[in-house]
């Protein structure tokens, strides 16, 4: 075999130079990973150290009694009864309920309209389409908050009041809130009624939560609009047209025959926007929603317990994001194509 | 029928049914822009951007001071000249060799019509309308210069060139914040557009290093590297920025040793690249994905070591891949920046808010929301159209 002068001298034949165990296949690893571990060590044991010091010296070592005590503040808009004499915890539990009951009314939201645009950008409408693309185009690259601000002081806060206020059967939009039909005491439906200049009615959504939900709604459902999109995208064309020649409209097609077959693709990517979705709804503070965020803001400004604070912030919506997780693996599981 | 004819019939009134859609969307679309016409024109009051402009593009930077920032723009629009330029005077297999091509001519217009236009539209004195016309004139001669003269440089300047571009970094921040001579300005002072960029491309320029380590981490084989990166990238990616962004401005005095801890500007910035690289970790991570496993082995039996195959042969491909994805992270994340506002930062979104608060400018909030909504949506959709040209650029078939 000719050798190539290029390779270099040779070892002589029974002689290979021996690896260095430094570079040893079984070694190398072990001391990469002694490496990484000794640093993150050292620095978490760093920032631990500073820590405790720290909050030693300002007198904050880590406690939960302050949950106990009285708030001192109100909430304006709540589920769960809250006023100023109530301990920190009820105020905080009052904020989860806040955030849950805006998360879950815009993820069955978003999820509506976001479905109606990804289907409308399969329309034989060319219109339909361009103006589908349009709004997904236009929405996602406009920062969420700055539409969130825009819901509430451009929109919602120039509604009229008074009689000037939208009024359709049994729903009035005004500057004070939306009011809505319901039972009232004894079983019997009352609708928006005007007393006094002031609207009263079963039912009534303050302008905060309807800007939140507004905002967060038109955002998201532009994100799942896509996700839906890409989903529809990936059922192959044959099945549209196999679906159309036995005579099945466009309509009976995309819900008999595609989605189906789309949900498999949709769900994973739904998984995602619905828990940006909950991450989002704490920017309600930016509209003066007290969700979970806002309270926790208000309890650290009045106590100074940041650690304890944070703690809680981080470990709630974690497990909120798990909990969707959960719920949309399960989901996953379910709409899978079951095979032989 | 013409052709014309047949095809807006088939698309637009294919059934009655879909001619009704038609019509009302047409009612829809004209009285919308109705609309957002009469009221921009008439009703609207755009004083408010035109008192606040300088507000609005820096903040509350001392008037003294700002020649550096102009400095600055000059440097920058110099450096967009000259880049742009040497890309074009290379010839590529992609573009058929044409130094000018008609994109390059569209971007020219927009530049000029923008240095043109905006300025008097925005009522700036006569002297700094001029400023903005010599600096896009800059801008264009170099692109010319460049382009004409480009290839005629020395082999070994051409490339040292692009290590200009970290260093005209290092020197914006000089020139911003002072130092080396200059008098220091401090971060408190920094606002409007020049903070919004500050933060967004200091985060963008980190988190893509850390972001990389991160998805090689991820996929590695040593379980005690991929647990770390999880939980690094899980912690992120779980909690909302906001809330981060509030561990940032309250722990972060207590995580450190008294008085180390940064300016609150700066500390905002590393909370943003970290929560950043924990997103940019995942989009590489899918583009690592998509390398075939036999390419790592193929460059190691070359006998590549493992990081040089990384460098070499893997990353390449993955990055190519990931491309799409990564920068609708970075658009993201300078969308994120709006959120510095609520801790109290004076970005675009914190200046607004205080120019709101002027009672001279009480209620003038949908000219201002719709000005910056304007504004992110030009910068987001011209990030999206730069990824999309890479894309191509990039893309092997084109170059073969």
């Not at chain 1, 729903?171 to 009624?193: M, N, T």
């Not at chain 2, 450096?79 to 091509?101: C, E, K, N, Q, V």
């Not at chain 2, 051409?158 to 005209?168: A, E, N, S, Y």
Request: hydrophobic fraction near 55%.
């Amino acid at each position: 075999m000719a050798r190539s002068p290029s390779v270099g001298p040779s070892p002589a034949p029974g002689l290979v130079t021996p690896v260095p165990w430094w570079r040893h296949r079984r070694v190398v690893p072990w001391v990469v990973q002694g490496a990484v571990a000794l640093t993150v060590l050292v620095v978490v044991a760093f920032l631990l150290g500073n820590l405790i010091r720290n909050l030693t010296a300002a007198g904050l070592l880590l406690t939960w009694n302050w949950l106990g005590q009285p708030a001192g503040f109100d909430i304006s808009e709540t589920l769960l009864p809250f006023n100023a004499e109530l301990p920190y915890w009820r105020g905080l539990a009052a904020g989860l309920v806040n955030t849950l009951r805006v998360v879950i009314t815009g993820l069955v939201g978003s999820t509506l309209v976001g479905t109606l645009l990804g289907m409308a950008s399969f329309s034989g409408n060319a219109l339909l389409r361009g103006l589908t693309r349009t709004y997904v185009e236009v929405v996602r690259n406009i920062p969420l908050l700055l539409q969130l601000v825009f819901w509430y002081f451009v929109v919602f806060l120039s509604l009229p009041n008074g009689t000037a206020a939208l009024q359709l059967p049994g729903v009035v939009l005004a500057k004070s809130g939306l009011y809505l039909a319901g039972f009232g005491d004894g079983l019997h439906w009352i609708g928006p009624q005007l007393q006094n200049g002031v609207w009263q009615a079963p039912l009534r959504l303050s302008v905060e939560f309807g800007a939140l939900l507004t905002g967060l709604i038109a955002y998201t459902a532009a994100f799942i609009a896509e996700v839906v999109r890409g989903g529809i995208a990936a059922v192959p064309k044959g099945q549209w047209e196999a679906a159309s020649s036995l005579g099945l409209s466009w309509w009976q097609t995309l819900i008999k025959v595609v989605l189906p077959q789309a949900l498999r693709v949709i769900v994973p990517g739904l998984n995602t926007q619905f828990i940006s979705l909950a991450k989002n709804s704490s920017l309600a503070v930016a509209v003066g929603y007290t969700d979970l965020y806002s309270v926790a803001e208000t309890t650290l400004n009045q106590t100074g317990r940041a650690v304890e604070v944070v703690l809680l912030l981080l470990g709630t919506y974690l497990a909120l994001d798990l909990f969707i997780s959960l719920l949309m693996n399960g989901l996953n599981r379910l709409v899978q194509i079951r095979e032989r | 029928m013409t052709p014309l004819l047949r095809r807006l019939r088939q698309d637009l009134f294919a059934t009655p049914a879909d001619g009704l859609v038609t019509v009302l969307l047409l009612a829809l679309i004209g009285a919308g822009g109705f609309a957002v016409l009469h009221w921009a024109l008439g009703q609207a009051q755009w004083a408010v951007i035109r008192a606040n402009s300088t507000l609005f593009a820096v903040g509350r930077y001392p008037l003294d001071q700002q020649w550096r920032l102009w400095l600055l723009t000059a440097l920058l629009a110099a450096a967009t000249g000259l880049s742009w330029g040497m890309l074009r005077s290379h010839p590529r297999p992609d573009r058929g060799g044409s130094l000018w091509p008609r994109n390059d001519w569209m971007a020219v217009g927009m530049v000029a019509l923008l240095s043109l236009a905006l300025p008097s539209l925005l009522g700036l004195a006569l002297p700094l309308q001029l400023r903005w016309w010599a600096i896009a004139a800059l801008l264009l001669l170099l692109r010319w210069l460049a382009g004409r003269f480009g290839p005629l440089l020395p082999a070994p300047l051409k490339r040292c060139l692009p290590l200009g571009l970290p260093l005209l970094y290092l020197l914006g921040m000089v020139l911003i914040g002072g130092g080396l001579a200059l008098e220091p300005v401090s971060p408190s002072q920094w606002g409007g557009l020049m903070l919004t960029l500050l933060e967004s491309s200091f985060a963008i320029l980190l988190c893509f290093p850390l972001g990389v380590l991160l998805a090689l981490g991820r996929r590695s084989d040593l379980p005690l590297l991929r647990w770390g990166s999880v939980v690094y990238i899980e912690f992120f990616r779980g909690a909302p920025l906001i809330t981060l962004l509030f561990l940032g401005q309250n722990m972060l005095g207590f995580l450190l040793p008294g008085g180390v801890a940064p300016e609150r500007v700066w500390r905002a910035a590393w909370v943003l690249t970290l929560f950043a690289a924990a997103y940019l970790a995942e989009a590489v991570r899918s583009g690592l994905a998509a390398v075939p496993r036999g390419q790592l082995e193929a460059a190691r039996s070359l006998g590549l070591s493992t990081p040089q195959a990384f460098t070499t042969v893997v990353l390449p491909q993955a990055l190519r891949v990931a491309l799409p994805s990564m920068v609708g992270q970075f658009i993201s994340l300078l969308q994120d920046t709006t959120l510095l506002s609520l801790i109290g930062l004076m970005e675009l979104l914190g200046t607004a808010r205080t120019v709101m608060a002027n009672p001279a400018f009480l209620g003038r909030n949908a000219e201002v929301y719709f000005t910056l909504a304007v504004l992110f949506w030009c910068c987001c959709a011209a990030l999206g159209l730069g990824s999309r040209a890479l894309e191509r650029r990039l893309n092997p078939s084109t170059l073969a």
